[in-house]
Nanobody, 116 residues
Framework: QVELVESGGGLVQPGGSLRLSCAAS????????MTWYRQAPGKQRELVAS???????DYADSVKGRCTISRDNAKKMVYLQMNSLTPEDTAVYYC??????????WGQGTQVAVSS
């Protein structure tokens, strides 16, 4: 079955960086787009970034220029490098199988907290 396991979250100071990872299994990873979402306390889940099977990337305006999504098909991994973090980036970050408009399975999420 499809499994997505996120890691790399934690507590970071404003201005810091984190790299989130998502390990995928149970499906032909290289054929799928992948998407990162986040959900802040009391807010709806929102799209952060996506990467297609041919490595086309797209970003939310709120993270454009600060985040980079990438993938390693050999390792079945997708990454989200986040720089210049602010408290507004505090959220649970989720990895989803497929692009933003596709049905797909979700990971369990990894918590990112940005605070001094």
């Amino acid at each position: 079955q499809v499994e997505l396991v996120e890691s790399g979250g934690g507590l970071v100071q404003p201005g810091g960086s984190l790299r989130l990872s998502c390990a995928a299994s149970g499906f032909p990873f290289s054929q799928y787009g992948m998407t990162w979402y986040r959900q802040a306390p009391g807010k709806q889940r929102e799209l952060v970034a996506s990467i297609s099977s041919v490595r086309r990337t797209d970003y939310a305006d709120s993270v454009k220029g600060r985040c980079t999504i990438s993938r390693d098909n050999a390792k079945k991994m997708v990454y989200l490098q986040m720089n210049s973090l602010t408290p507004e980036d505090t959220a649970v970050y989720y990895c989803k199988q497929g692009g933003p408009t596709s049905y797909g399975e979700w990971g369990q999420g990894t918590q990112v907290a940005v605070s001094s």
